[in-house]
């Protein structure tokens, strides 16, 4: 089902297009959100690896050393254990440095506005 591939070329023929220049502002505004989800990636990926090394150590000598983990723990879980501590950390890294980015942002263009 669907829309028909006549009607919705017709639909995308009529749709008028307008010519709008962008403001500075929006320049700016573009620039500093590419910033601050560049500088979370960053964070997150730093994040992600530091996690990654203090799971995989503490996991790997405890499928070695513990027998209950020894014995239920195959390379599948220990690669889950490893990978899902870190995919976390990733995520909720970025999340806050954008966050934090984004508060920072909207204080510097209220102050701005103001003086």
């Known amino acids: 089902m ?3 591939s006549e ?5 995308v023929q009529r749709r008028v297009k ?6 500075p502002a929006e320049d700016q505004k573009k620039l500093r959100a ?4 560049q500088e979370g990636i960053r964070a997150g990926l730093k994040a992600a690896a530091i996690t990654g090394v203090f799971t995989a150590v503490p996991t790997l ?5 513990v027998a209950w983990a020894k014995a239920n723990l195959n390379h599948t ?3 889950l254990i490893i990978s899902g501590a ?3 950390a990733y995520f909720i890294t970025v999340d806050k440095t954008v966050l ?3 508060r920072k942002n909207s204080r510097a263009q209220f102050d701005n506005k103001t003086a």
Do not use: H
């Open 2 to 4: 669907g829309i028909p």
């Open 7 to 11: 009607m919705r070329d017709l639909w």
């Open 18 to 23: 307008f010519f709008i220049i962008p403001s």
């Open 34 to 37: 590419q910033q601050s989800s």
């Open 61 to 65: 000598i405890a499928v070695r050393k």
């Open 77 to 79: 879980a220990q690669a």
């Open 86 to 88: 870190s995919i976390a």
């Open 100 to 102: 934090e980015s984004a």
